[in-house]
């Protein structure tokens, strides 16, 4: 099951592996950035276990570990980079060797030397597809960045370029701008549609890129039970974007509808977590999801779905009954 990377042409898998949390530990003061603890060796199986199960769509940071998670993902795949499609991001800045947080730059200058380090850390002569990182970044001073992205693409260094934002405003600008803009990455799943940001993406010939399309990790279901995060876990934090996780646990009221849609999914044959994945499938042509994960298990469990497909249309109209409350014009 395969999906053009918006209006590049680039195949890529229909579904991606989002590769934040093998970065492990990053925080800037006593500010968590990262997942967690990782083990690298088992991050590295995990990644060519996905590879082998169909996966050819890895989505990364400069930041992500400080740099780490480039560096896993450069080293698991090897003889296979050729396989697959890499998209990293960059405009936060770090010390690579303390992993920690410093800041963010969103010039030209750091847009070239960030791409070098990123170059180097995944051990390749190009990224597939490079993303400003910075997702409230003013319109005028991104667009600035096109210019230096098109001679990116002309020297081979990049084939294609993209935004990670949640404004449809500056993603349809960044679009209109840029030939070789070809996806916006943004947050969505089955508990948070984006319906203006799907509009611009099928509108404008781009990539609907989904982070968080698991509700960073809800939509499993293992947080039924109360457990909690680590402290080091970004969802330990008190982020307000962080709306689904409460001192480092499953927020009530957003496990109350996990739980209602395990029903839906399951006629399908499909888990949890598997049947969130295919809702994002059903609800645009566009939708390329990325789920994080850190064990070969949960690689499996997200590659699962690539079987099951898209949802069918009595089932994706069950779910948007069920959730009828979030369906609002504020969660648009």
């Known amino acids: 099951m395969n999906r053009t990377l918006g209006r590049s042409g680039i195949q890529v898998s229909a579904l991606g592996m989002g590769c934040w949390a093998i970065g492990g530990p990053y925080a800037g003061g006593s500010n968590q950035y990262g997942w967690g603890r990782v083990d690298d060796a088992e991050s590295i199986r995990a990644v060519r276990r996905a590879v082998e199960l169909g996966v050819t769509f890895f989505d990364t940071a400069s930041s992500y570990g400080a740099g780490h998670s480039e560096v896993i993902l450069g080293k698991a795949l090897g003889a296979d980079r050729d396989r697959v499609v890499i998209a990293s991001k ?7 060797l303390t992993r920690e947080a410093l800041g963010t730059d969103g010039s030209v200058a750091y847009l070239r030397s960030c791409l070098d380090g990123s170059l180097r ?3 390749t002569d190009h990224v597939d597809l490079y993303q400003l990182h910075l997702g409230d970044l003013p ?9 230096p992205l098109e001679e990116l693409v002309t020297a081979g260094k990049i084939r294609a370029y993209g935004w990670s934002t949640d404004d449809p405003e500056r993603a349809s600008a960044f679009a209109a701008a840029g030939p070789h803009c070809t996806a916006i990455q943004h947050d969505m799943s089955v508990l948070a549609d984006r319906p203006s940001m ?12 989904n982070r968080g399309p698991l509700a960073m990790g809800l939509l499993s ?5 109360g457990r909690t995060v680590a402290r080091d876990d970004v969802r330990s934090q008190g982020y307000e974007w962080l709306a689904y996780f409460r001192d480092g646990a ?8 996990v739980e209602a849609l395990r029903e839906v999914f399951a006629t399908g044959g499909r888990t949890p977590t598997q049947g969130a994945l295919a809702w994002l499938w059903a609800r645009s042509e566009a939708t390329v999801p990325i789920p994080g994960f850190r064990t070969v298990a949960q690689v499996e469990q997200n590659a699962g779905a690539l079987a099951h497909g898209p949802l069918r249309p009595d089932e994706f109209n069950a779910v948007e009954e069920l959730l009828a409350d979030v369906r609002s014009p504020g969660n648009g």
């Open 90 to 96: 960059w405009g936060f800045t770090f010390d690579e």
């Open 121 to 123: 850390r995944l051990g």
């Open 139 to 147: 319109v005028a001073e991104a667009l600035e960045l096109i210019g």
């Open 198 to 209: 799907i509009e611009v993406c099928e509108r404008s010939g781009q990539a609907s890129v």
């Open 221 to 225: 279901g293992k947080y039924a039970d």
């Open 250 to 257: 499953g927020a009530p009221e957003w496990l109350t509808r």
